[in-house]
C-alpha cells in the first residue's frame, strides 16, 4: 500500500479515531468524577472570628401599662392605637411576621405576640 491510500484508508482511520475517543471520554469521567470529590470532601468550615455575624434576638415582649382605642387584631391580640410603657406614650408601627428577629432601633417597643410601637 502506498501513503495515499493510507490516509483514506478506512480501517485506518477507525484505528486511530477509536483510542482517541477513548482517551477524550476518560478525561472527562475524570474530571467530572474529580469535582463531585472535591465538593463532597469540603465540608462546610465554622465562620472565622472575623466571619462572625450577630443576630439579633428575639424580641422581648413588654407590657404596657395603659392600653388605649383598639384599631384591630391580630393572632388573637386586640391591636391599640396608643399604649403607655414607662410612663412614655407609643403609637401602633407595625406587626412582625411569627419567628422574625427585630433589632430595636430607639423608640421602639414590642408587645406580644410581635406587635412594634414607636415614641410619639
Known sequence: MDEASLSTDPRVVLLLLVPAVAFLLAWIMAGIAGKQGAQGAAAPQPPGPRERRVLPAPPR???PERRDAPIGR???????DTVSIGGLEY???R????GALWRSDRGERCI???LVYVTR
Not at 406587626?95 to 411569627?98: M, Y
Request: aromatic share 20%; hydrophobic share 45%.
Open 61 to 63: 415582649f413588654d407590657t
Open 95 to 98: 406587626v412582625l411576621a411569627p
Open 112 to 114: 406580644a405576640p410581635g
Open 74 to 80: 391580630y393572632m388573637d391580640c386586640t391591636i391599640f
Open 91 to 93: 403609637r401602633f408601627d
